[in-house]
């Protein structure tokens, strides 16, 4: 079965300080992995893509990482701010499919103190 | 920022009662989905369409239907809402991409409660 497993399923930071967000994933074959901020209320926004290629990709503040290898996945956040508070979701698309076949982890949720 | 929008945001209704959930995208995509989100769960595809008069269901059984009948348009309805019904509801669309990398938008979701 198909899955995307995401950790921690919550995390506390202070403002200012890093973090990483992981993502383990079976699907198979892989195409691509998303990283999506999803704010309370709100739709998610995307902030990376990758392929199979890439093992890295950057966003700003955001870093992900992609190991096609072990099928794991991390998403860095440097020098945090209030505004990074929000959910954030990996998403993998296996190879050759429709795009509609998106397979979703559950998300972290990050809260940034002051 | 995504050119797609969902109406209403917030909606409260009784049991029994029909509803429409609408989302309309000025991106000129030929692919829209909706997506069902419960909190802390992840998001369930239960629509989807690749273009005028092309509809299927989604990978998550789901009593409403969907209609296609303009790009820019892909509305919701529920013919009988249920308390089961309660939830989120995202509608989003996409772009070609290549090698089934297309950017995915969301709209800002619809929140629904059937008390």
């Known amino acids: 079965k198909n899955q995307v497993e995401q950790s921690p399923q919550s995390l506390i930071i202070l403002e200012g300080k890093n973090c990483t967000l992981q993502?383990?994933?079976?699907?198979?074959?892989?195409?691509?992995l998303r990283w999506y901020k999803q704010d309370t209320g709100r739709g998610p926004v995307s902030l990376t893509i990758m392929t199979f290629s890439e093992n890295t990709k950057s966003n700003g503040r955001y870093t992900a990482t992609l190991d096609a290898d072990t099928k794991q996945s991390s998403l860095h956040i440097t020098a945090s701010q209030l505004s990074d508070s929000a959910s954030y979701i990996c998403v993998v698309s296996d190879r050759g499919s429709t795009l509609g076949r998106l397979y979703f982890g559950r998300g972290t949720q990050l809260t940034v103190w002051p | 920022e995504a050119d797609i929008y969902q109406t209403p945001r917030y909606l409260v209704i009784g049991t029994g009662k029909k509803i429409t959930l609408e989302c309309s995208q000025t991106m000129g995509h030929d692919k829209m989905y909706w997506y069902q989100q419960d909190p802390g769960m992840e998001l369930h595809l239960i629509h989807y369409?690749?273009?005028?008069?092309?509809?299927e269901k989604g990978d998550l059984s789901s009593e409403s239907t969907v209609s296609r009948i303009r790009t820019e348009h892909f509305p919701l309805t529920l013919e009988s809402a249920r308390p089961s019904h309660t939830s989120q509801y995202l509608c989003?669309?996409?772009?070609?991409?290549?090698?089934?990398?297309?950017?995915?938008?969301f709209g800002e979701g619809s929140r629904l409660t059937v008390l």
């Open positions: 369409s690749y273009g005028v008069n092309s509809t």
């Open positions: 989003a669309s996409s772009d070609p991409g290549t090698g089934g990398t297309g950017e995915l938008f």
């Open positions: 993502c383990n994933y079976t699907v198979s074959p892989f195409s691509n």
